[in-house]
């Protein structure tokens, strides 16, 4: 069965700092990989989407960049984290075919940024 | 622009009185509707797909249903272990899911 992990599960941090979360995947290979954060109170917003290695969709313009070294592993990173950058981040996943966009998420990052 | 309202925000429930979590969408060109339950501080887990106006999925008390304009998730004789957030999201075929803000559902015992 396919599993995903996110680490670190919580994570405090001063403003300007740098920002590397990691996702990976088990049990399956060439996945669709997502990053999203989620706001309290609020929907998810989708980030960033990978159809393979080095491929990065960029959904939105903020501080954050994405990065897929590897098949199965994904990560969110940033130069100079904002308070604005506070949230909860998700990384999911999809089997790359076009009639199977179900999505499953792994257990999620706290950030907060003081 | 392409919309999910979920409604209402916050439900409160006897343990074992049914209701409903309503799901309105403006998704041009809607190729699937998801509904996922995510617990406090935890990711959303995935509960259903719905394709076509019309379609109805089960498991145990929860029960989707999907029309040409929402989708409602029936919950059977809820128990408290059903408390959580249940999100529904559109999906129309580019990579976005769109997500609605959710419904915080509490059931008591």
């Known amino acids: 069965s396919q599993t995903i992990h996110q680490w670190p599960a919580t994570l405090v941090q001063p403003v300007g700092s740098p920002l590397s979360l990691e996702c990976t995947v088990e049990?399956?290979?060439?996945?669709?990989l997502y990053w999203y954060r989620q706001a309290a109170g609020r929907g998810l917003q989708l980030l960033f989407y990978?159809?393979?290695?080095?491929?990065i969709s960029s959904e939105v313009p903020q501080n954050l960049s994405a990065s897929r070294p590897q098949d199965r592993q994904f990560i969110l990173s940033s130069k100079k984290l904002l308070l604005s950058d506070s949230g909860f981040y998700l990384c999911?996943?999809?089997?790359?075919?076009?009639?199977?966009?179900?999505?499953?998420f792994g257990p999620g990052t706290r950030l907060l940024v003081l | 622009e392409d919309q999910v309202t979920q409604s209402p925000e916050a439900l409160r429930l006897q343990e074992g009185e049914s209701s409903s979590l309503n799901c309105s969408y403006t998704?041009?060109?809607?190729?699937?509707l998801f509904w996922y339950r995510q617990d406090p501080g935890k990711g959303p887990e995935f509960l259903f797909t719905?394709?076509?106006a019309g379609e109805e999925k089960e498991k145990e008390r929860l029960k989707a249903t999907l029309t040409k304009k929402e989708s409602f998730l029936h919950i059977t004789a809820p128990k408290p272990e059903d408390s959580a957030t249940y999100l529904c999201?559109?999906?129309?075929?580019?990579?976005?899911?769109?997500f609605g803000s959710g419904t915080r559902l509490q059931v008591q015992p």
């Open positions: 999911a996943w999809s089997v790359r075919q076009v009639s199977q966009e179900t999505q499953y």
């Open positions: 990978s159809v393979g290695i080095g491929q």
């Open positions: 998704v041009s060109g809607l190729r699937g």
């Open positions: 999201a559109g999906y129309t075929g580019r990579r976005a899911l769109t």
């Open positions: 719905l394709y076509s």
């Open positions: 049990g399956t290979s060439n996945p669709n």
